[in-house]
């Protein structure tokens, strides 16, 4: 089973249980984009601008029927600079629903000397679906449970 929907992570422990007791194969990720996969990984190593005196922010822009606020990604990406940082803090995510916007999410990092500026745009839908099919042709004849960003670079 591969799953891309949000809103359900207070769970996973006890899925993670069923999933290994059954022997069959769950992957699951906030975003099944091959860019914005690389995208958390710029993001995390850039938390580190945290320990020097910089504040953080990220902004998400999606369609107007997006019901989710912020997006699963967004959430994500607060998820690793959290984690990269070692701040207990969470920055501050803004989420605008606009038109058509596929999806678009930016990080900024603001100190007293400069600012530094992360944006991925998507321009398409189609890279979400190619990577839930990659992941889902990944997924065949394996059993555990598994989440999209570990695996992403094994498509």
Same mark, same amino acid.
């Given at each position: 089973?591969? #799953?891309?929907?949000?809103?359900?992570?207070?769970? @996973?422990?006890?899925?993670?249980?069923?999933?290994?007791? +059954?022997?069959?194969?769950?992957?699951?990720?906030?975003?099944?984009?091959?860019?914005?996969?690389?995208?958390?990984? #710029? #993001?995390?190593? +850039?938390?580190?601008?945290?320990?020097?005196?910089?504040?953080?922010?990220?902004?998400?822009?999606?369609?107007?029927?997006?019901?989710?606020?912020?997006?699963?990604?967004?959430?994500?990406?607060?998820?690793?600079?959290?984690?990269?940082?070692?701040?207990?803090?969470?920055?501050?995510?803004?989420?605008?629903?606009?038109?058509?916007?596929?999806?678009?999410?930016? @990080?900024?990092?603001?100190?007293?000397?400069?600012?530094?500026?992360?944006?991925?745009?998507?321009?398409?839908?189609?890279?979400?679906?190619?990577?839930?099919?990659? +992941?889902?042709?990944?997924?065949?004849?394996?059993?555990?449970?598994?989440?999209?960003?570990?695996?992403?670079?094994?498509?």
């Amino acid at each position: 089973m591969v #799953v891309g929907t949000t809103g359900w992570y207070e769970q @996973v422990p006890h899925l993670r249980e069923l999933v290994l007791s +059954a022997r069959t194969g769950f992957l699951c990720g906030s975003n099944f984009s091959i860019g914005v996969n690389l995208f958390f990984e #710029v #993001v995390q190593n +850039a938390g580190a601008a945290l320990k020097y005196d910089y504040s953080g922010q990220i902004f998400e822009r999606h369609h107007m029927q997006k019901k989710d606020a912020p997006s699963g990604t967004a959430i994500t990406i607060q998820k690793l600079i959290r984690e990269s940082s070692g701040q207990n803090e969470e920055l501050e995510i803004v989420s605008f629903r606009e038109g058509d916007v596929v999806g678009m999410h930016e @990080v900024v990092f603001n100190s007293a000397n400069d600012r530094i500026y992360l944006c991925h745009d998507a321009k398409s839908r189609r890279g979400f679906a190619e990577g839930a099919v990659r +992941a889902a042709e990944w997924l065949q004849g394996k059993s555990g449970f598994f989440e999209f960003r570990n695996i992403w670079r094994e498509l």
